[in-house]
């Protein structure tokens, strides 16, 4: 027999498990077009509905004329909160305790905002019918400033206003302004100003983090079908999330949610853009309602960047403070959030600044402070977490820029300050001045491994040689070293104290092994290119011994899978992960009872080895997991059910708390703004490593959307609310030409409380990326006085800097 | 992103694109690569009832090299450009711009006639045309003309070109001395923050002749004759190259946009005229 000449090396590398760089299965359907997204979906008779959009960012919508709209050919029906409104759609609910028109109700509050829904034969009659709908607008006072708003006696939102005009509560407490939304707190207030007001060295800075777009490759999209006969919806959509979708389309359509069915097919990258719900959703289902044939809406480029979820847009004010030696003694933060018209968010109920509360970083910092105050503006709406955990790439933006300043006030090295100040090994699990438990991590290490790597003292060297060639104008060139260290917040979440409109953040695995020894996993989570496919298969192929090339992961059908809150926040792997490894564990169990049947001896008397169950001290006798599946299913054994199925519901007992610590070297033409990354150097530890390879990948493209963000990419308005960002010429999307080599690196530190170690991988980069981008450029200005500068750091800014540090002569 | 419903037509001879132009007057418009006009009328930015396709009009494909003169028929891509060894040979200029238009893909299809025809200020072949004093051929229904590639652009989208006439090649005296096209931009497939061509002829130790045109830098390219004046007769030292940056900034007008502010495109003008000057210099 085969087996028996096996070694138990060969055994582990057939298996494909956790720890091996397995190639991604999906890549076969991807690299050859064979993908199925949700624009490939096309049903019989489909029909295709569009949106007329306010050019407007603050108007009264005084008349919406269809007629005209109405003769093209081609026109079936044009939706307008009029029609919505009798059914209760005309507003829907955010996922942050807000709600958000669906259609226009008298009023526009930003430019793109969606005021009639025009549904078509086909998406070129749509288009056609859109320029033909007539709409007249009074054009009202914009606030795009929400420093401004908070001031303003421009009431932009009539629900946030008694009948006297006075704020009433929202969704999160009193109001301090009819603009303001919000206010949210964490850590201790007065002792934190004691701190700081005693302290011996205090630094400031204000810093706007700019508003950008996770702008996926993918737009968001549906398809809605609603089949009258049975009474059941089925809706193929962009959903990051696809079974907190389909509640909440029960919930605001009165469908029971058994006759809803949401498929997310494949999606081509969410990174937070996809986990709420778009007034494009509720309109393509009442359309198909209201047609009885199968509506398809997709956003074009100028839609997605314009009006689906935005990110960040965080006024952020801080202070630390220190002791002469540069020992962290207290922070103070406050955030003014622009929210733009709506708030959008897709936070955990409880946390409407998401886990901004992370912003003592990986410090040991003994008192905090933190206060979010949310405001509503005239711009798109939204708040989502591009590629990170909530509101921790804001955080740690924030705590490393701070650090930064922090080290120019002492005159000290800045890697210095981070080292005095990291957390050590022996306090973890670590409880924060904000309230978080760090489970594990041993900064020092990965600190000491990447500034080695790298030759910090040489960098350094060098540096300070470039700055005296400046002066002594040799060059027209300066050296930015580039630091961070980073600490993530990932994994939501406890349901204790993480849900998203009640639903509690577990997350889910249901496995079915098949007689001949091969299975299928569906879990509650969805891919949209992390390769869960891939690495989900590794967890199982480790804990219940079947190769890895023999299981099917299923996701994204509300109807076969079990339920889970979906894929953000870097949770699949943290939650999603944990319950495959549990419900592997369960499968496992009822194996071991087989085996011990079959082989005729007590349960405690076998072991698991690899891929079987071996008699304890008689290795020779053993039956395989293979033999173990066929007899679960065609022998009858006494007081064992047939079958071998498992499912798993995980409820994290804490997050996970990923780290790294990266380095970029930066050389910057202050003549022209323009960079050049000489070097960028990634050390992450995310726990337990399914797949190297993976993570690989994750890693570069988490670094290439930093870099992104950092160097360029933004939405901006103009002073009337004008997005002047709206295409890919001007929204930067680095391509392979503006990207650098990226060195990866690792340590391995398991988080104690997750089932196999791991602690998601897939934001890190982008959350660590970012500062250590922008600490670069700033730090190659520091030898001139420069103390913070904004992002994004593209040409002109840059040269701005340049320019006002006297540089240009 | 769709475009109005429009007629499409693919005529095979330069007679069946003039009849059509003349039987819609501005209502048609001619494409070439169309990856200038097709985004244009995707945003309904431009509305054109009827498309006149030129891929199948013969005779505007060529690439002529004979004695001084070199002749790019209007249909060349910018990827032919790069790929044309007798060409890059004789002019290497053109080559070193292509290389720096947009993107490979966008080259395939992107022709230097609808690049020139175009108009925007943005693209790069009209001040490389302007610094190698080219000449461009149109046809229309009252035959052949030719005009100067520094008499052609008007501001932006207005040309010197009639509604009815094609543009069917460009030529130019073979180039001689040294070259330089010099781009800043923000990122692959970005159309110039500042760009500079400079050919410059070196006699001895000193400039013979110097010709100098800036892209992007106001709603029409521009042909800097007191820069390349500025050059004339001395060595290219940094006297004469901080003369010659004077006045090229004396004759643009650049406008806010993404890109930055006024002071610094004026800035970074310089800079890449700078830089521009001293390569072609370097090789002259
Ligand atoms: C992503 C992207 C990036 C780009 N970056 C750059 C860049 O960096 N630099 C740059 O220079 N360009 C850039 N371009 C533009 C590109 O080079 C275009 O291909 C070029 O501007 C127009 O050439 P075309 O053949 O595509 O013309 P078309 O788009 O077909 O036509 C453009 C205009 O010229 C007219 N026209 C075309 N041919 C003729 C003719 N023979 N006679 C009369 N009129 C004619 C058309 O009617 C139309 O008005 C970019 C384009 C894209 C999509």
Known sequence: ?809 | MIPAAFEYYRPKDMAGVLSILEEHGDDARVMAGGHSLIPMMKLRMADVGHLIDLQDVEGMSEIDISGNTIRIGAMVTQHDIIDHHALSAAAPILREAALQIADPQVRYMGTVGGNVANGDPGNDMPGLMQCLDATFHLTGPDGEHTVAARDFYEAAYMTAREDDQVLTAVSMPKPAGGHAYEKQKRKIGDYATAAAAALIVKDGFTCASASIAMTNLSDTPVYSEAAGAALVGTSVDDAAVGAAVAAMLGDIDPTEDNRGPIAFKKHVAGVILRRAIERAWSRA
């Not at chain 1, 991590?441 to 030759?455: E, I, P, Q, R, S």
């Not at chain 1, 300070?464 to 070293?481: H, I, N, P």
């Not at chain 1, 792997?573 to 005729?600: N, S, W």
Request: charged share 25%.
């Open chain 1, 1 to 809: 027999m085969k087996d028996e000449v096996t070694s138990r090396e060969e055994r582990i590398e057939n298996l494909k498990g956790m720890g091996c760089s397995r190639k991604r299965v999906e890549d076969a359907r991807f690299t050859q077009g064979k993908g199925n997204y949700v624009d490939d979906i096309k049903l019989d008779g489909m029909l295709f509905g569009d949106f007329v959009r306010s050019p407007y960012a603050h108007a009264k919508v005084v008349s919406i004329n269809t007629e005209e709209a109405m003769k093209v050919p081609g026109v079936l029906a044009v939706l307008t909160a009029a029609d919505l409104a009798p059914l209760g759609l005309h507003w829907m609910p955010t996922l942050a305790g807000d709600k958000q028109m669906v259609l226009a109700d008298g009023k526009v509050l930003f430019q793109g905002q969606e005021v009639a829904f025009v549904v078509a034969e086909d998406r070129y009659a749509a288009a056609d019918g859109i320029e033909a709908v007539e709409v007249e607008y009074e054009e009202l006072e914009v606030l795009v400033d929400p420093f401004k708003s908070m001031g303003s006696d421009v009431v932009l939102r009539e629900d946030t206003v008694d009948d006297a005009g006075k704020p009433v509560d929202g969704a999160h407490g009193p109001r301090k302004h009819h603009n303001h939304i919000f206010t949210w707190e964490a850590g201790d207030k007065d002792p934190t100003f004691e701190v700081i007001d005693a302290a011996e060295v205090v630094a400031e800075e204000t810093m706007y983090y700019h508003r950008t777009h996770p702008c996926p490759l993918e737009t968001c999209g549906c398809v809605a079908s609603m089949d009258k006969v049975n009474g059941k919806l089925t809706l193929w959509g962009t959903f990051q999330a696809p079974h907190a979708i389909r509640t909440v389309v029960s919930l605001i359509s009165g469908i029971e949610e058994h006759n809803i069915r949401v498929i997310s097919p494949d999606i081509g990258g969410g990174f937070g853009n996809k986990v709420g719900a778009y007034p494009g959703y509720v309109c393509s289902v009442v359309a198909s309602i209201v047609t009885g044939k199968p509506v398809k809406w997709i956003e074009d480029r100028m839609d997605n960047l314009m009006t689906t979820a935005f990110a960040r847009d965080y006024w952020m004010k801080g202070r630390i403070s220190a002791t002469k030696e540069g020992k962290i003694t207290g922070l103070h933060c406050h955030v003014t959030a622009d929210h733009g018209g709506f708030d959008a968010c897709a936070d955990p109920t409880k946390f409407p600044a998401g886990f901004m509360n992370i912003c003592t970083g990986s410090y040991d910092i003994p008192t905090a402070f933190l206060e979010v105050d949310g405001v509503y503006t005239n711009k798109a709406p939204g708040g989502v977490s591009y590629r990170c955990s909530f509101r921790v790439t804001e955080a740690v933006y924030f705590i490393e820029r701070m650090i930064e300043v922090l080290a120019i006030e002492l005159s000290m090295d800045a890697a210095e300050l981070r080292r005095i100040n990291f957390i050590k090994k022996e306090q973890f699990p670590y409880t924060a001045a904000l309230g978080w438990e760090y489970d594990s991590g041993d900064y020092h290490t990965a600190w000491d491994k990447a500034l080695k790597t790298v030759d910090y003292a040489g960098l350094r060297a060098e540096q300070a040689q470039r700055v005296e060639d400046f002066k002594a104008g040799k060059t027209r060139s300066l050296m930015g070293v580039g630091l961070s260290f980073f600490t993530e917040i990932v994994g939501a979440g406890p349901v204790k104290n993480c849900d998203i409109l009640g639903l509690g953040m577990f997350d889910s695995c249901e496995i079915r092994i098949h007689p001949t020894g091969s299975a299928i996993a569906r879990l509650g989570t969805i891919s949209q290119g992390q390769g869960h496919a891939t690495t989900f298969a590794q967890i199982l192929a480790s804990e219940i011994g079947l190769p890895a090339d023999s299981i099917t992961i299923e996701e994204g059908d509300t109807d076969t899978a079990p339920y889970g809150l979906g894929t953000y926040g870097s949770r699949s792997t943290p939650v999603a992960g944990a319950a495959t490894a549990m419900a592997g564990r369960k499968i496992r169990a009822k194996a071991q009872m087989i085996a011990a049947y079959l082989l005729e001896v007590h349960d405690d008397d076998v072991e698991f080895d690899v891929d079987r169950f071996v008699v304890k001290g008689a290795p020779e006798r053993f039956k395989t997991m293979k033999d173990i599946a066929f007899a679960a299913y065609n022998q009858a054994i006494p007081g064992i059910e047939p079958g071998l199925e498992a499912v798993s519901y995980y409820d994290p007992p804490n997050m996970t708390y990923p780290f790294g610590a990266y380095v970029c070297v930066m050389d910057i033409d202050v003549d022209t703004g323009t960079t050049d990354i000489r070097r960028f150097y990634a050390l992450d530890d995310c726990g337990t490593r399914i797949n190297p390879m993976v993570i690989e990948g994750q890693v570069h493209g988490g670094l290439t959307e930093a870099l992104a963000v950092a160097l360029g990419q933004e939405i901006a308005y103009d002073d009337m609310g004008n997005v002047k960002t709206g295409t890919l010429m001007d929204f930067f999307l680095p391509t392979a030409w503006e990207v650098p080599n990226y060195e990866t690196d690792h340590t391995v530190t398991p988080s104690p409380h997750h089932p196999i170690g791991a602690k998601g991988v897939g934001e890190s980069p982008h959350v660590g990326g970012v500062p250590c981008f922008s600490n670069a450029v700033q730090d190659a200005f520091r030898a001139f006085g420069l103390r913070h500068t904004n992002m994004p750091h593209d040409h002109w800014r840059i040269w701005k800097t340049a320019n006002e540090l006297g540089l240009h002569g």
